[in-house]
């Protein structure tokens, strides 16, 4: 199983890909690649979300990942935030959808205590576990890349 895992965002869209260990080797799996999908700040949402789709046709083009794992959406205080996210999500649904990869959504919540074992980890605490249980040296940077990769670490471990 290969997972592309993804945080949305419509600035910064971190992603990971996350290969299961197929012959019972140590950890949970290899990270094959991670970093982040930067969109313009400024500018209309419609080229935002246009580039962010692009990104992930891309990314779902050269790795093929038999799955798609998603940061579920969470409701921000400031309504707009949410609704903006909603749109980001939408985007990636529809990339993977398209390319008839099976997709999974996941809480924020249930990122964390999959990742960590506590459903309110702080972000440091997500990457060195993201980094212990896939033996990596140094925890992926940035902070958004780290999430994504917890997202595709979390389909692998409750699939």
Known sequence: MKVLGVDPGTAVTGYGIVERNGNGGPGFGHLIECGVIRLPRSG???VR?????AGIVELIARHRPTHLALEDAFYHKNVRTTLVLGHARGVVL???AQRGVAIAEYSPARIKKTVVGAGAAPKAQVA????KLLRLRTTPKPS???DGVAVAL???IRS
């Open 44 to 46: 209309k949402l419609e």
């Open 49 to 53: 979300l246009a580039e962010l789709y």
């Open 94 to 96: 529809l990339a993977a």
């Open 128 to 131: 060195a576990m993201v980094a």
């Open 144 to 146: 958004d890349a780290a």
């Open 154 to 156: 979390t389909h692998i």
